[in-house]
């Protein structure tokens, strides 16, 4: 079983459109949660950490559920430059072993 | 700061050869760990240090060895190339471990034929 699962997509859609995308993870000891946005053919680049509180950051909220072991990124009102893949990312806190998702791919259209 | 800086940006081996990527970062940050990026796979952790003098291994070790003789410097040597190790190989470095966030080179796209 994979440690942290995620939807591939794709997911298509127009400018000003929500989405939202979510993930799980298998270690219930997991410690630390991000999503990361990686551009194609570049490399990851952190877009924010996830808090059991949940947080936002302009257009984006990140929601944290350890019952169910889940992560949620919702992105509200999508621009063009958010075209991009979003990867899940959980450190169970042993070390420095972060586990990646496959990521979702996000297409905003004009 | 040039942050995380990995070279090769490209190398195509042949089966058998050896070779070393390098990384270096200029952020004097402890943690250091290197990826690989595969279709449908997500990136997978290879090795990784939390100080210099200090190496462990990760989710996907085999067919790989790490140093880490300075602070800077983080080098991934594969020993004899196989054409399963042909992936997009990231390094990353961070201030500390779990909670921090990771600051990722451009990587390194091997072929190996």
């Known amino acids: 079983r994979k440690e942290v699962e995620q939807d591939p997509g794709p997911f298509n859609v127009p400018e000003g459109a929500t989405v939202a995308f979510n993930c799980t993870y298998s270690?219930?000891?997991?410690?630390?949660f991000f999503w990361y946005r990686q551009d194609c053919r570049k490399e990851p680049k952190l877009l924010m950490s996830?808090?059991?509180s949940g947080n936002e950051d302009g257009r984006f909220t990140a929601q944290l559920n350890r019952a169910s072991q889940y992560i949620s990124l919702l992105i509200r009102d999508s621009k063009l430059s958010d075209s991009a893949t979003y990867l899940c990312?959980?450190?169970?806190?042993?070390?420095?072993?972060?586990?990646f998702g496959t990521g979702t791919s996000l297409t905003v259209i004009p | 700061n040039a942050g995380v800086t990995q070279t090769p940006k490209f190398q195509v081996l042949k089966t058998g050869q050896s070779m070393t990527l390098q990384c270096a970062q200029d952020m004097n940050h402890e943690y250091m760990s290197w990826y690989r990026q595969d279709p449908g796979m997500g990136l997978r952790l290879i090795h990784y240090?939390?100080?210099?003098?200090?190496?462990d291994q990760g989710e996907v070790p085999n067919g790989y060895n790490v140093s880490r003789s300075t602070t800077e410097d983080f080098p991934l040597r594969l020993l004899s190339a196989a054409p399963s190790q042909t992936s997009v190989y990231f390094c990353?470095?961070?201030?500390?471990?779990?909670?921090?966030?990771?600051?990722f080179g451009p990587g390194t796209r091997l072929t190996v034929l």
């Open positions: 270690n219930s000891a997991s410690q630390s």
């Open positions: 996830v808090y059991s």
């Open positions: 240090s939390v100080g210099a003098g200090i190496t």
């Open positions: 990353a470095s961070s201030y500390g471990p779990a909670d921090n966030e990771q600051f």
């Open positions: 990312v959980v450190n169970t806190g042993t070390g420095n072993q972060f586990y």
